[in-house]
């Protein structure tokens, strides 16, 4: 999406790239730390690009929501993700973009870890897609600060 090009970049732990939307330069990173330790890499892409806290769009998976479901907000807590948790402590910040996209929960006996450690199934994956496209479809409202506007049209 965006013609994103990603290249290895071991000082930010993870696949970066850096693209244009809506006019504005905006860079991607995708750890490749443990979820639970994302928080390195983000902290040290912020810090060395000098990107404020409240510049930054974190997209997460979200038991909570239904499959494909994706809503956005600002801020809040790390609700038990402990991915959420390591970013906000190494950021010092809550204040942050999140981009939340629905997983479901596990049907037992499969445990939540097992769950979210384990590829979707084909037709799970195909709805997160979607919702991923629709995102990356509207991205320029985010970029030019238009939350509700950005949320409205992810419903």
């Known amino acids: ?6 290249s290895v970049d071991g000082r930010f732990h993870g696949l970066c790239a850096e693209v244009l939307i809506a006019g504005s330069r905006v860079r991607l990173l995708q750890p490749e730390t443990f979820m639970n330790r ?12 000098r990107i404020d806290v409240a510049q930054i769009l974190v997209v997460h998976d979200e038991l909570d929501f239904a499959v494909g479901v994706v809503r956005a907000k600002k801020g809040g807590g790390h609700a038990g993700h402990n991915g959420l948790k390591d970013i906000i402590a190494h ?7 999140r981009l939340r996209i ?5 049907t037992p006996p499969q445990s939540v870890v097992d769950y979210v450690l384990s590829a979707p ?6 709805k997160i ?5 629709m995102a990356c479809g509207n991205m320029d409202l ?3 600060e238009q939350l509700a506007r950005f949320a409205e049209a992810l419903c």
């Open 121 to 126: 199934p084909r037709n799970d994956r195909e």
């Open 142 to 144: 985010l970029i030019d």
């Open 102 to 106: 629905g997983i479901g929960r596990p």
């Open 91 to 97: 950021l010092g910040s809550r204040d942050f973009y």
């Open 1 to 6: 999406m965006h013609n994103a090009r990603w």
């Open 38 to 49: 994302s928080g390195v890499a983000v902290a040290r892409l912020a810090d060395y690009f």
């Open 129 to 133: 897609q979607q919702a991923i496209t």
